[in-house]
């Protein structure tokens, strides 16, 4: 099984500023690396998909990176709605998830 | 549109066996590509994937829940039932079905269905 870790657990930043996510696979899972937001009492939300390509209708503040092992969401200048929990997910090897990284104010 | 919403029992015994419905609209699962998956989520924890089938009857499960995991799709109806055989109170979750194409990832999800294991 792919282990995905994720850091930090917890995230805390204000609006307008910058975030960054790392998510790190246990093995190579080539660029079948996607990124999730998950609000309150919702379902996720594909934001990212095989390490790099926004979902549609994404905002372009938010951007995915790397390859192989390590991986990077990087949302630009946070909006106040972005304050939520984040996946990493890989399809390489069935499906894992990561175990979330909080994004806080 | 493409929606999907799970139903089933939202309580179920120890020992038991869960079955779960995903009814889904706006698209096919004969259509080639497609697939329809399964991820639980327990209270205040990460998500799990349990299980996937793809519109050629391609079915892959959790290694670690595979012996225990049923995947099957009913075109006709467009549904996908998932079963999870000898339910123990750990397997407590919200549990959701979702859409994916097979070079992609889960881009449409149900509500989710909070399923409860208890005596």
């Known amino acids: 099984e792919t282990v995905l870790t994720q850091s930090p657990a917890t995230l805390s930043l204000s609006p307008g500023e910058r975030a960054t996510l790392s998510c790190r696979a246990s093995q190579s899972v080539s660029s079948y690396l996607a990124w999730y937001q998950q609000k309150p009492g919702q379902a996720p939300r594909l934001l990212i998909y095989d390490a790099s390509n926004r979902a549609t209708g994404i905002p372009a503040r938010f951007s995915g990176s790397g390859s192989g092992t390590d991986f990077t969401l990087t949302i630009s200048s946070l909006e106040p709605e972005d304050f939520a929990v984040y996946y990493c997910?890989?399809?390489?090897?069935?499906?894992?998830f990561g175990q979330g990284t909080r994004l806080e104010i | 549109q493409i929606t999907l919403k799970e139903s089933g029992p939202t309580l179920v015994k120890p020992t038991q066996t869960l079955t779960l419905t995903c009814t889904f609209s706006?698209?096919?699962?004969?259509?080639?590509?497609?697939?329809v998956g399964w991820i639980r989520q327990p209270p205040g924890k990460a998500l799990e994937g349990l299980a996937l089938i793809y519109w050629n009857d391609d079915k892959r499960y959790s290694p670690s829940l595979r012996s225990r995991l049923t995947i099957t799709k009913d075109t006709s109806k467009n549904q996908v039932v998932l079963t999870m055989t000898n339910m123990d109170p750990v397997d407590t979750a919200t549990y959701y079905c979702?859409?994916?194409?097979?070079?992609?990832?889960?881009?449409?999800w149900g509500q989710g269905t909070l399923v409860t294991v208890s005596s």
């Open positions: 979702a859409h994916r194409k097979s070079t992609s990832d889960f881009d449409y």
């Open positions: 997910q890989q399809r390489s090897n069935f499906i894992t």
């Open positions: 706006g698209f096919s699962l004969s259509t080639g590509g497609v697939g």
